[in-house]
Nanobody
Framework: QVQLVESGGGLVQPGGSLRLSCAAS????????MGWYRQAPGKQRELVATIISGGSTNYADSVKGRFTITRDNAKNTIYLQMNSLKSEDTAVYYC?????????WGQGTQVTVSS
């Protein structure tokens, strides 16, 4: 089992920045895929950014150039640095860790972009 705890959400003005964190504990040795997803009210959950064990990253077109996913292996933590935030980035953000046959989700953290 893997437990994920997210933090860093909040209210920010358009153009502002936030950094989300997702700390993992438990049996993380099998994890090879880590990512951030988001779900806005009335919409499906969508991929935001991913990073795999080799370090390769992938981003949704809507966040390319504004968001950066990183990881700290020593702390078993991934981060999502979000810059130039827009109102359409408002959503609950979830982290996701995957092994070969397992998938774990964090509890979600609310990000609200509003003036």
């Amino acid at each position: 089992q893997v437990q994920l705890v997210e933090s860093g959400g909040g209210l920010v003005q358009p153009g502002g920045s936030l950094r989300l964190s997702c700390a993992a504990s438990g049996s993380i040795y099998s994890i090879y895929y880590m990512g951030w997803y988001r779900q806005a009210p009335g919409k499906q959950r969508e991929l935001v950014a991913t990073i795999i064990s080799g370090g390769s990253t992938n981003y949704a077109d809507s966040v390319k150039g504004r968001f950066t996913i990183t990881r700290d292996n020593a702390k078993n933590t991934i981060y999502l640095q979000m810059n130039s935030l827009k109102s359409e980035d408002t959503a609950v953000y979830y982290c996701n860790f995957r092994g070969t046959i397992t998938s774990y989700w964090g509890q979600g953290t609310q990000v609200t972009v509003s003036s």
